[in-house]
């Protein structure tokens, strides 16, 4: 599967099923009075994720295609695309995700971009694309080593991808706790955790698909208390410009907020 080739599929595919899995959980949240939903912070969601889209179509994309066909160039043995490379990309990816995500929590220059994801008050699956356009410039450095050890750079890509996917229907509260796949994989409630302000969920399961690099590191958190979800601070809100350069603003600011 060659990504430049088909990504226009992927992106129809993800548009019908963003809609109907949206559209399923507003009816939910109506039917059961859950307020998941706010009118202003889901527009803020849904106008950040039309730029991510944009930006990644026109600039993104290419850029990063072309960062990792550079250091594919270098790397010692090009794999095969077989099935047995695919599930290995996957994992690899999964791994280096672990450490990218880790560095946006703990690291204040990357924070600044990934504060814009943590800003939301309410968890639902439009908080998943509540993205900063701009990260996309510096996160494809983490996954350079995917290529340096030989996967091709559309396999790297696609395998970021379908990861992402895997993580925007874990920004519900529709589902509770999947019972012996808690800690496992990603789930819906380890993720609300993550996105919780309480002072236990703060930077815990930062995974992206599998939890066992949380538990490899430490940061596993099953969920417990009620989740008071957004940041910290004065950074919450639904001003989509103010989500993503305050961050960045932040840099020049003797605290992080």
Partial sequence: MILNEHFGSYRLIFLILFVLAVVAEMIWNWVADKKVYETRETLSNLFLLAGFQLTRKFVTLGYQLLVLDFFY????????????TWVA?????????????FASHKLTFFW???????SAERMNL??????????????????????LIGFNPSMVVSCV????????????EAIGRLGFLEGIINTPAAHRVHHGSNEQYVDKNMGGFLLIWDRMMGTYEPEGEKVRYGVNGSYNGTNPFK??????????RPSRN
């Fill in 89 to 101: 990309c996957f994992l690899v990816v999964d791994f280096m995700y672990f450490w990218f995500h």
């Fill in 161 to 172: 991808f379908l990861n992402i996917f895997y993580q925007f229907f874990l920004h519900t």
């Fill in 243 to 252: 989500l993503l350069f305050g961050g960045i603003i932040n840099l020049f």
């Fill in 112 to 118: 600044a971009f990934h504060i814009t994801h943590h």
């Fill in 126 to 147: 439009t908080t998943s694309y509540r993205l900063n356009w701009l990260y996309a410039l510096f996160n494809v450095f983490f996954f350079v080593p995917c290529v």
């Fill in 73 to 84: 160039g270098l790397a010692p043995v090009h794999l095969p695309e077989n099935p047995w």
